[in-house]
């Protein structure tokens, strides 16, 4: 890729297919609403890409005065990993879980920020009222042990740390056990401070009968990427959620297959059934307070105003 100088403030997407992604349509819209004068402008690598490759992005947006940052998906590893000592600063977070999904500047040195903890907590939070895990005595159990799931069980050891609600127990799965290593390992580090479980679950129908053991009021989540990245579910469509229950897509685009089979079991479950639109919205709304240094709502009026901002630029043509 060649880089040009910007003309303009510019906050960059990094990912593998950015064109298709609605942030090209809603950040404008966003810009205008929140004042910031600025563009997005999107970098497509192909996952694992040449380190040389991600060296070269961070490069020169550290150089470039109107390059005002980024937000990273898919790369957030690989990319801290290959451009490490470029960075001047990463926020705790980064440090911990090794990755970075949001790059910003400040007084000339170059920051590092793992955002995805923030995110996602400010998204369940959004879902699940408080003393809601405390009334039902519910579980959790994610499907998919990657960096969305280090994130979320990260959101949640921290809240128990400090005597918040969080679930009587987490159950974490992979398809394969060397998948699960990583987040055992990350929690074994940190202590992890609620009771957890690790199921290699080869086959959908492995992960159905962990799902159907659960207990009433306990939350179903997708983290595999499945139905986005790669077509299919970690599930199949005979699975039995919980009754009471929540069932919690992170995604918001693709086939969405579990968010099908959620919504079929959700009048005999009496199961709720959450998409990851809330997600995307707090995703890019933490990125850009940090590149831009702008105070923006996670909850209320106006953060429902960017979110309805952000849903009419999608429908519109």
Request: hydrophobic residues 40%; aromatic residues 8%; proline residues 6%.
């Given at each position: 890729?060649?880089?040009?100088?910007?003309?303009?403030?510019?906050?960059?997407?990094?990912?593998?297919?950015?064109?298709?992604?609605?942030?090209?349509?809603?950040?404008?819209?966003?810009?205008?609403?929140?004042?910031?004068?600025?563009?997005?402008?999107?970098?497509?690598?192909?996952?694992?890409?040449?380190?040389?490759?991600?060296?070269?992005?961070?490069?020169?947006?550290?150089?470039?005065?109107?390059?005002?940052?980024?937000?990273?998906?898919?790369?957030?590893?690989?990319?801290?990993?290959?451009?490490?000592?470029?960075?001047d600063d990463l926020d705790p977070y980064a440090q911990t879980l090794g990755e970075i999904s949001g790059v910003s500047k400040r007084g000339g040195r170059l920051w590092g920020h793992a955002k995805d903890p923030i995110t996602v907590g400010c998204s369940l939070e959004a879902i699940v009222e408080d003393g809601y895990?405390?009334?039902?005595?519910?579980?959790?159990?994610?499907?998919?042990?990657?960096?969305?799931?280090?994130?979320?069980?990260?959101?949640?050891?921290?809240?128990?740390?400090?005597?918040?609600?969080?679930?009587?127990?987490?159950?974490?799965?992979?398809?394969?056990?060397?998948?699960?290593?990583?987040?055992?390992?990350?929690?074994?580090?940190?202590?992890?401070?609620?009771?957890?479980?690790?199921?290699?679950?080869?086959?959908?129908?492995?992960?159905?009968?962990?799902?159907?053991?659960?207990?009433?009021?306990?939350?179903?989540?997708?983290?595999?990427?499945?139905?986005?990245?790669?077509?299919?579910s970690p599930l199949t469509d005979a699975v039995a959620f919980p009754g009471d229950g929540i069932a919690w897509e992170f995604n918001y685009r693709g086939e969405l297959i579990f968010l099908d089979q959620a919504r079929a079991a959700r009048a005999r479950a009496n199961l709720r059934v959450e998409d990851g639109w809330?997600?995307?919205?707090?995703?890019?709304?933490?990125?850009?307070?940090?590149?831009?240094?702008?105070?923006?709502?996670?909850?209320?009026?106006?953060?429902?105003?960017?979110?309805?901002?952000?849903?009419?630029?999608?429908?519109?043509?």
């Amino acid at each position: 890729m060649t880089y040009t100088p910007a003309r303009q403030r510019t906050l960059y997407f990094i990912g593998v297919t950015t064109s298709q992604s609605s942030i090209m349509k809603v950040f404008p819209r966003w810009s205008e609403a929140l004042g910031l004068d600025a563009v997005i402008k999107g970098i497509d690598f192909t996952p694992n890409d040449d380190p040389a490759r991600y060296r070269e992005a961070v490069a020169f947006i550290k150089a470039d005065p109107l390059s005002m940052g980024a937000l990273v998906t898919t790369h957030k590893v690989n990319l801290l990993k290959a451009s490490r000592d470029l960075f001047d600063d990463l926020d705790p977070y980064a440090q911990t879980l090794g990755e970075i999904s949001g790059v910003s500047k400040r007084g000339g040195r170059l920051w590092g920020h793992a955002k995805d903890p923030i995110t996602v907590g400010c998204s369940l939070e959004a879902i699940v009222e408080d003393g809601y895990w405390r009334r039902t005595g519910a579980e959790m159990i994610i499907l998919g042990a990657g960096g969305s799931s280090m994130a979320l069980t990260l959101f949640l050891h921290n809240k128990a740390i400090r005597g918040g609600d969080t679930p009587g127990r987490i159950t974490v799965t992979a398809r394969r056990e060397q998948s699960l290593a990583e987040i055992r390992e990350a929690h074994r580090r940190i202590g992890f401070a609620i009771p957890v479980a690790y199921a290699v679950t080869p086959e959908p129908t492995d992960a159905d009968r962990l799902v159907a053991a659960l207990p009433k009021g306990s939350m179903v989540v997708n983290a595999t990427g499945l139905g986005k990245d790669r077509p299919g579910s970690p599930l199949t469509d005979a699975v039995a959620f919980p009754g009471d229950g929540i069932a919690w897509e992170f995604n918001y685009r693709g086939e969405l297959i579990f968010l099908d089979q959620a919504r079929a079991a959700r009048a005999r479950a009496n199961l709720r059934v959450e998409d990851g639109w809330v997600y995307f919205i707090h995703g890019w709304t933490r990125v850009i307070a940090e590149v831009f240094d702008t105070p923006i709502a996670v909850a209320g009026p106006k953060f429902d105003r960017l979110s309805q901002i952000a849903l009419s630029a999608t429908k519109g043509p």
